[in-house]
């Protein structure tokens, strides 16, 4: 179990429920992880648990970044990763760059 909150927790991750399955040594894990830290979470896991865990993710909810993307800080550091992965001008925009130019 150790293994799956160690890699939970490197990836940002909240577990919110263990459910022991009855007459087995299993127990079932739920979490949330951003899916941004997912990206090669099955692999990282598998490595941690030693090939005993079976992930299987499915989409659950949206949520809103704390803070402003026009200060320095993870939200911006975040957006301006995701803007060079997409091969967009990796820096914040100003509003003229969406003014018309008439």
Not at 19 to 44: C, D, M, Y
Not at 47 to 65: K, Y
Request: hydrophobic letters at 40%; aromatic letters at 8%.
């Amino acid at each position: 179990m150790s293994g799956v909150y160690s890699c939970m927790n490197m990836r940002r991750g909240c577990v919110f429920e263990e459910n022991p399955r009855e007459g087995t040594p299993l127990i079932q894990v739920k979490a949330h992880l951003p899916v941004a830290e997912s990206f090669g979470f099955v692999s990282a896991l598998r490595q941690q648990t030693s090939g005993q865990a079976f992930p299987q993710c499915v989409f659950d909810h949206w949520e809103n970044l704390v803070g402003n993307p026009m200060e320095e800080g993870k939200m911006q550091t975040m957006i301006l990763a995701i803007r060079k992965r997409k091969n967009i001008k990796v820096q914040m925009p100003v509003l003229g760059d969406y003014l018309d130019k008439l």
